[in-house]
């Protein structure tokens, strides 16, 4: 149903000033289940995302020798294996799709303006798919063994 | 009865009160006024003070003003007790009805601030154009629908099954949940919690057969997953129905359809 908005002449007011509303309904009906995908993905993709991250941060920062341990090695050590590579990708798309989709919430629950509104959404989408593309482009080709560098930076299964 | 009104912070009552009578004090109003065919088209803010008894509501005290001080100041409402739901506004920051608010509540020390209802179109002064709020509701068909022959006698229902919307048939329609949503201030295109109250009434009532429609028409992108559970409706709600619970349990009902 759509409802249109005619200005309401002030009372005992024949000519005088009337007030045409400034908020008035002009929604066209946006049924489906497509928020309520969003909705339960946020909720399911948080609580994965916590132990995700949280098992990033300890194999990272607190297993074995710690924060002392990360260099171009470790990295390229960690990336070489396929379980860390899907760790990786897991935690890269999920927090990227979570992100995004909380702040494209933001920007409808704030921006008043439709202009504003799609500047800000434009922003944001370009921003994710640059983000996803590249850092799933760089965990699928990353070279743990570049040539004719010096063997001490490189991991130990390195031979050349 | 009156003496714990005496002890009462802001009351002035001279010695020589006579038992029974009600203490009086003085309390100022700083009401939000719109008066376009007098003050041109900006609200401005405007103070009354006015000597009212320990027993007044804000809406008597509105009373005086229009009745005294200046009639040109406007506001709705009918009953005056609490059930019409007309004289929902923004006392003191928070949505209220004036007829059930108590002035010595309200720490009458200071000025009292009266607004309209916030996301509607101010019409003049306190009174704000309610039809985007009843379009939603409308919208969600708050009617009930039915299939087949009408039986004979009542449509019968246990007190289980009355139970389980019970707290949603209290609604009075004053707008205070849908004027106090952060969500409906940016656009007004929200649903609105009373809406979804509403809807809840007949969606899980076990007589009505129009569950499935409602739950299609607030699947929406301006429905129910618009909600974001910040409780200012259930703050709000002058009949105390829990609304963010009632959001909730349509949103758990959308998804148990889904899967």
């Known amino acids: 149903m759509t409802t249109t908005s005619t200005p309401i002449p002030a009372p005992r007011s024949s000519g005088g000033p009337t007030i045409v509303p400034t908020v008035s309904r002009n929604r066209r009906t946006t049924r489906g289940n497509t928020e309520l995908y969003g909705w339960l993905f946020m909720r399911v993709s948080g609580v994965v995302l916590v132990a995700l991250i949280f098992g990033h941060l300890f194999v990272n920062l607190v297993q074995g020798e710690g924060i002392n341990a990360i260099d171009f090695g470790f990295v390229a050590g960690k990336w070489s294996s396929p379980f860390w590579q899907t760790w990786d990708l897991l935690m890269l798309w999920l927090a990227m799709i979570h992100g995004t989709n909380g702040v494209r919430t933001i920007i409808n629950d704030y921006a008043e303006r439709d202009g504003t509104r799609m500047v800000l959404k434009l922003a944001l989408y370009t921003a994710f798919v640059v983000v996803v593309v590249l850092g799933t482009l760089v965990i699928f080709t990353f070279d743990p063994c570049p040539a004719n560098s010096p063997a001490d930076l490189l991991p130990s299964f390195c031979t050349a | ?259």
């Open chain 2, 1 to 259: 009865m009156t003496t714990q009104l005496d002890d009462s912070p802001g009351t002035s009552s001279t010695p020589d009160t006579k038992v029974g009578a009600i203490p009086s004090f003085d309390v100022t109003l700083k009401i939000r006024r719109y008066t376009p065919e007098t003050h041109g088209d900006e609200a401005y803010w405007q103070e009354f003070t006015v000597t009212v008894h320990g027993t007044d509501r804000l809406l008597d005290a509105l009373h005086k003003v229009k009745w005294d001080l200046d009639g040109s100041l406007t506001f709705r409402r009918s009953c005056a007790h609490g059930v019409c739901g007309s004289d929902a506004m923004r006392i003191n920051g928070r949505n209220r009805l004036a007829c059930k608010t108590l002035l010595k509540d309200l720490n009458p020390s200071k000025p009292i601030t009266v607004e309209p209802i916030k996301g509607l179109p101010v019409i003049k002064d306190l009174v704000v154009d309610m039809e985007p709020f009843f379009a939603s509701y409308r919208e969600i068909m708050p009617f009930l629908i039915t299939t087949g022959n009408e039986p004979t006698k009542e449509r019968l229902q246990s007190a289980a099954e009355r139970e389980r919307f019970d707290d949603t048939t209290k609604c009075i329609l004053c707008a205070a949940c849908t004027s106090s949503c952060p969500v409906f201030w940016t656009d007004g295109q929200y649903f609105g919690p009373a809406a979804i109250v509403n809807a809840h009434r007949f969606i899980f009532d076990s007589r009505d057969e129009g569950g499935t429609q409602r739950l299609e028409i607030l699947n929406d992108k301006e429905g129910v997953w618009r909600c974001r559970t910040t409780f200012n409706c259930t703050e709000a709600c002058p009949r105390g129905i829990e609304v963010t619970k009632a959001i909730k349990e349509v949103k758990r009902a959308m998804i148990t359809r889904a899967f």
